[in-house]
């Protein structure tokens, strides 16, 4: 969904990725202290974590690492988490959110797509305990789960 400058949201959308035409796609899970970062293969068909990048504490959000990844990765799009309240309503960090992915689309001039990234980062440590593996040490990496998580979504988003 497209919505006025005023709020933040001039260009990005709601719901699954914008345009069903091959590419890879980076995901970005934005975290108080990490982003974690995945990427999609070219056919849109598989996610892969991507890394993280660590956010220093009451410093902006890094954007211009953001878009130094997405060029690594050749994105043709980003996917972005939006941390929704458990009634789908938007929080602070959801409106820091939608400012923070029209300035990327505005940077890049790439597509840019808000999905609902409520509990990928549950889903990620359920998914880390499941395999008998231990977060401890590896925030950063289940920051990069979470990213896989919410990125596979809007990857079936797509497909439906």
Known sequence: MHADAED????????GPAAPYPGRILAVDFGEKRVGLAVSDPSRTIATPAG???????????????VRRAEAAEATAF???????????????????????????????????????????????????????????????VDALAATILLQHALRLERA
């Open 79 to 141: 996917v972005i988490g939006l941390p929704l309240d458990d009634q789908g309503d938007d929080t602070p960090r959801a409106i820091e959110t939608r400012r923070i992915a029209a300035e990327l689309e505005k940077r890049t001039g790439l597509p840019v797509t808000l999905v609902d990234e409520r509990y990928t980062t549950a889903a990620a440590l359920r998914t880390v305990r499941e395999m008998g593996g231990t977060t401890r040490g590896r925030k950063g990496d």
């Open 8 to 15: 933040g949201r001039a260009g990005a959308r709601d719901a």
């Open 52 to 66: 993280f990048i660590v956010r220093r504490a009451g410093k902006r959000a890094p954007i211009a690492e953001i």
